[in-house]
């Protein structure tokens, strides 16, 4: 949950930072980042009863339902109780060179496990001793 939170809030901070008007919307007193995630929560849960289903929602609609708590003065955030919600935060998409430092990283790694697959198979395996008793012909 807290790194939910950590995305909305550094998302909602840039937003302040380029445009003006939410700058002064986002410094209301009386709003709170707490409040704006139990709403954005809120909203989701309602969706997901409305659907009578799973839902996912793109960082565009999360976002949006945060700069909508923010803009409205009469939004009630909601209860702060989402036990069962299940929060996946998606990724930026990687750029070219990402892509090719996951490739590298991934080639790297499958060389490592070949290479300690195929000393595990060159190791001679050692048999365990069995004990041979022969029998005597003095026993009785």
Request: net charge negative.
């Amino acid at each position: 949950m807290e790194a939910f939170k950590n995305k909305i809030k550094e998302y909602l901070n840039s937003r302040a930072q380029t445009d003006e008007l939410f700058a002064a919307t986002y410094a209301k007193e009386h709003k709170n980042i707490d409040e704006c995630i139990n709403y954005i929560l809120s909203e989701v849960r309602e969706l997901a009863r409305a659907s009578d289903n799973e839902i996912a929602c793109t960082n565009e609609e999360i976002y949006s339902l945060a700069v909508h708590y923010y803009d409205e003065d009469d939004i009630k955030p909601g209860k702060a109780n989402h036990g069962g919600m299940r929060i996946v935060i998606g990724k930026e998409q990687l750029t070219d060179e990402d892509l090719v430092e996951a490739k590298q990283k991934a080639i790297a790694q499958y060389q490592a496990e070949l290479l300690a697959d195929m000393k595990q198979k060159a190791k001679p395996v050692k048999k365990k001793a069995e004990e041979v008793t022969q029998p005597s012909l003095f026993d009785v």
